[in-house]
T-cell receptor, first 116, second 113 residues
Framework: GAVVSQHPSWVICKSGTSVKIECRSL??????MFWYRQFPKQSLMLMAT?????????EQGVEKDKFLINHASLTLSTLTVTSAHPEDSSFYIC????????????FGEGSRLTVL | DQQVKQNSPSLSVQEGRISILNCDYTNSMFDYFLWYKKYPAEGPTFLIS?????DKNEDGRFTVFLNKSAKHLSLHIVPSQPGDSAVYFCAAYYSVGNEKLTFGTGTRLTIIP
């Protein structure tokens, strides 16, 4: 069964609005979740590491104020794209690491954001 | 600096034949290597992995080979099936590091019926 669930799976919004994407860990307490972004025909880009109860760790070049991450509980992390613009349109995917020894990530279904 | 590279952006293979996807890495500290499969508009799914202490790991139709001296790994799929058509990502992990996977750029595999 699924380990990670994302919602919504797709969202269309107007430029300037904010969009929240939820990532839930099912039957698994995740102190850390990872948020990825995939542009068309490109690789998976790690945006940030979400840490339960503390601030997220952002990768170089990712705007912290643009992509707000909150990890309020062991089963929920949220990514809010603030004041979205068309260039923010992308496929956002969250994941949890099942085993720190092997690095195996379990990904959510992904969320397609389209900003008009 | 691309630490994990997949030099073939696409590959087409006849159904029933063997598909070989390649991946190269530069960081000798990586101790686990993973392959993920991704369909459009879906999250990646884990396929198979290999520890750096091994040179081969097999799971059904999927076999991953690791050549540490060449810093090269490959994924073999045999026989290839139409449902194998997807983008395949190679990833590397350093277990004593910062818990981040480093992904390659992916190879789009198309199985021709």
């Amino acid at each position: 069964g699924a380990v990670v669930s994302q919602h919504p799976s797709w969202v269309i919004c107007k430029s300037g609005t904010s969009v929240k994407i939820e990532c839930r860990s099912l039957d698994f307490q995740a102190t850390t979740m990872f948020w990825y972004r995939q542009f068309p025909k490109q690789s998976l880009m790690l945006m940030a590491t979400s840490n339960e109860g503390s601030k997220a760790t952002y990768e170089q070049g990712v705007e912290k104020d643009k992509f707000l991450i909150n990890h309020a509980s062991l089963t929920l992390s949220t990514l809010t794209v603030t004041s979205a613009h068309p260039e923010d349109s992308s496929f956002y995917i969250c994941s949890v690491m099942l085993g720190r020894n092997t690095g195996e990530l379990f990904f959510g279904e992904g969320s397609r954001l389209t900003v008009l | 600096d691309q630490q994990v590279k997949q030099n073939s952006p696409s590959l087409s293979v006849q159904e029933g034949r063997i598909s070989i996807l390649n991946c190269d890495y530069t960081n000798s500290m990586f101790d686990y290597f993973l392959w993920y499969k991704k369909y459009p508009a879906e999250g990646p799914t884990f396929l198979i992995s290999i520890s750096s202490i091994k040179d081969k790991n097999e799971d059904g139709r999927f076999t991953v080979f690791l050549n540490k001296s060449a810093k090269h790994l490959s994924l073999h799929i045999v026989p290839s099936q139409p449902g194998d058509s997807a983008v395949y990502f190679c990833a590397a992990y350093y277990s004593v590091g910062n818990e981040k996977l480093t992904f390659g750029t992916g190879t789009r595999l198309t199985i021709i019926p």
